[in-house]
């Protein structure tokens, strides 16, 4: 078993006793460097990414391996990498791109396979003239998203 499988063994181990975090990322560097990236229904807490780190290094002999390890979330800025994320979400605002078009709306729904995103705008009304407001819905399935991030809102 090589470095890099045995720390993902005890990364699994790890997160099967967190049900309520998953794997956004995982990286183990020609250094023997560890990157564990986390995200949770809930947030990640400080306490979750010291029993995650606790998982993996206190499984490791430091005599027969020397490596470094950083376990951290995955921040509120990071772009949404998978469906859970999403799913966490709703109700937050999303800037959402797409090969097509870029929106920065609200997630209405979520699921494994596709986002809701609602948002207003103006448009010209049909007949007359000025604009009138319109509610704009759009359904985005998550393979299609290039990049989607939380708008953070003061």
């Not at 309520?20 to 183990?28: E, M, N, R």
């Not at 966490?88 to 605002?93: L, S």
Request: glycine residues 6%.
């Amino acid at each position: 078993m090589t470095f890099k499988e045995r720390v993902q063994e005890l990364l699994n181990q790890g997160l099967e006793t967190h049900p309520h975090l998953f794997l956004i990322d995982f990286t183990v560097g020609a250094d023997q460097k560890i990157n564990v990236v986390l995200d949770g229904d809930q947030g990640v807490t400080l306490q979750d990414c010291m029993d995650i780190s606790r998982a993996i290094e206190h499984q490791l002999d430091r005599e027969e391996f020397d490596f470094a390890l950083e376990v951290a979330s995955a921040g509120a800025t990071a772009p949404l990498k998978l469906a859970r994320q999403y799913a966490k979400n709703i109700g937050r605002t999303l800037s959402v791109q797409t090969a097509d078009q870029k929106v920065e709306a609200e997630l209405v729904e979520a699921d494994e396979s596709t986002i809701l995103l609602r948002w207003q705008a103006r448009e010209p009304k049909p007949i007359g003239k000025g604009k009138h407001t319109v509610e704009k819905e759009w359904n985005v399935p998550i393979s299609e998203i290039i990049e989607a991030k939380v708008i953070i809102k003061f």
